[in-house]
């Protein structure tokens, strides 16, 4: 669920109740709810958390990211020494600042969800805020590779960003036609044909954790499946009458977009798409993003800062790096290589992060250079082949993929005009002078006269002589593969092979629940029990551990005259007597090993709950 998601289902009140919420303050003019999604706003809010809303958060992020989780769940994912009460207060005041919320599946248990858009700017909150992700190898702190210290090690070549591998796929598919089976699947020659033209391999996503099965048409490859769940959310490609259908509108919108920004929403698509389905996929995906692009990095230094934004956690969870740039390398956006010393090394060709800054505003464009250009966009030689560099802007590459083949596709694009791109051109209402102009305009030279009497010679063979420049479709499509059509209603553009959630199967709960809820039977527990710190027999010292039990809450003893706090974990019975098992509180001693305690070790002792229930501290 995103940020919206949830904000649509909350009343007027609810909303102002979430907007007043001290912590946000601080961000205005950003309000709630888009300061969730907001990075700036998130640095300023982080230290207005409470303690233990902090350290709850850090786990939600570091552990689950944006996968729904049980109460329990989490209270279990925590390293040893952090007292499960102190993780639910901290939630219960995550959900009262609309940062966690609860949610019911059907009839199932109650789950917390941190919004999936809210994720990646909160794990470069926390990961800000504690301090996490910024040492390497051995302590140091993370430099960048020297450029002319790495050597290539990719035996694939160049590899278009994903956005052009699309364009192209669309291209292919809408030649081959977009009709449908009477099981609403594309042809297997559509689907060929648009699944060569991408990249990305399945064992990439499988190994990200992206299932085979259950995602729609198991026919179509996973690649193909995320492109078509793509086309079908930014409305693309509808449904209507057997068929799907371009949407002049929206797909024009899209090539046209600002360079960088297309590809930067490209990638926060992938990144939330895949991140939901695993947390290991989302955690390592978040500290990719964390490297700046145009820069070579190491991959140890890369692992070590996997490993300590792990911290909170009692069980790691796996490294997701090298799936991560193995996968991000079949989409274009980066590179790999090794250092002298035989170290991966990897570099951004795209800035990772712009994603997330759409929400500030950020314009910064580095990496491929991808914006469009009033220059001349390509040039061609006598015999009728077109060059086309990568800055090429999308709606002219989009018209060259139907008059003219695509030849070889590297920084450099090559197209020639031969018999399958004048047939494709007739179709698409060109004339052999409407096409020479629309060359001309490419190239902002006048043709060779080579090519001239080529497209002359070419246009005749399939109709398209006639001296009318104009063309049917401004976008350069085949009318009889694909007709244009209106943008459509937005419930039409959804499609069974969606690789995303269904998010709207979850319930949002409104429970308003108080501290005091938290501790059952708090009120009949003796208030000398939390509020003196005093000797007791061993019975009651039995009685304040299963209490302590209960509540998963800490107790402060005096062991031989120090006072610390522990968490107990268990009572063990031992040769008819008992002991207490578990581990001194995790702040005070981060690396604490499990120890057991007979009640003759220690004099005094108290209850110590967290936040405002809590009596004296250590």
Known sequence: MNVNDIASKLSDEQRRRFREQPIWQAGQPVYWPDTLRNP????????????????????????????????????????????????????????????????????????????????????????NGRGYGQMGVEGRLIEEVDPYAVEAVDEVGYIPPFSMQIVHAMARMADAGLKLTVKRSLTKR???????????????????????????????????????????????LVERNGAYRLDAEAWHAWLTQEAAARESELLGHVLGTIGAGSAAAAQGAAVLTRFEAGKWYRMPDAEASFIQSQEPLGNPLPSTLEAWCRLLRQFGWMEEARDGSGNKTFKWRIEARRFMSRYQGHNKSDGIPLSSSPEATAQITPDGDLYVRENCPYDVRWQLEHIA???????????????????????????????????????????????????????????????????????????????????????????SHALQSDDGAYELLHDRISVKHLFAGIDDVPSMWLKQFRAYHHSTRRELMEQALTWRTTVKLNCD?????????????????????????????????????YPEMWDEMMLVLPGPLGGSQP
């Not at 610390?564 to 090993?593: D, H, L």
């Open 561 to 597: 005259g120090v006072v610390s706090v522990f968490v107990p974990e268990r009572i063990v019975e031992e040769a008819g007597k008992w002991a207490v098992a578990g581990y001194r509180q995790a702040e005070v001693e981060p690396e604490s090993a499990p120890l057991k305690l």
């Open 190 to 236: 559509t689907v060929g044909k648009g699944a060569e033209q991408l990249f990305v391999r399945d064992e990439s996503l499988r190994a990200l954790g992206v299932p085979s099965e259950g995602l729609g048409d198991s026919e179509y490859p996973l690649s193909l499946r995320l492109m078509l769940d793509i086309a079908l959310r930014h409305g693309w």
């Open 405 to 495: 083949e695509r030849r070889r596709t590297d920084h450099m694009t090559v197209y020639r005009m031969e018999a399958k791109s004048f047939k494709r051109a007739a179709l698409s209402g060109y004339t052999a002078d409407g096409l020479a102009n629309e060359i001309e305009r490419f190239t902002q030279e006048p043709l060779p006269a080579t090519v001239r009497s080529m497209i002359l010679l070419g246009m005749e063979a399939h109709g398209g002589d006639a001296g009318n420049s104009e063309h049917r479709d401004d976008i350069g499509q085949p009318a009889e593969a694909v007709r244009l059509i209106a943008r459509s209603e937005a419930g039409d553009r959804l499609d």
């Open 40 to 127: 700036s706003c998130l640095e300023v809010a982080w230290p207005c958390l409470s303690k233990e809303a902090a350290n709850a958060l850090a786990l939600i992020v570091c552990g689950f990211g944006p996968l729904p989780f049980k109460e329990e769940q989490l209270l279990q994912a925590a390293r040893p020494g952090i007292a499960g009460a102190e993780l639910r207060l901290g939630l219960l005041r995550l959900t009262e600042a609309g940062i966690v919320f609860a949610v019911r599946r059907g009839w199932g248990e109650k789950l917390h969800i941190l919004p999936q858009d809210s994720f990646f700017p909160w794990h470069g909150t926390v990961m």
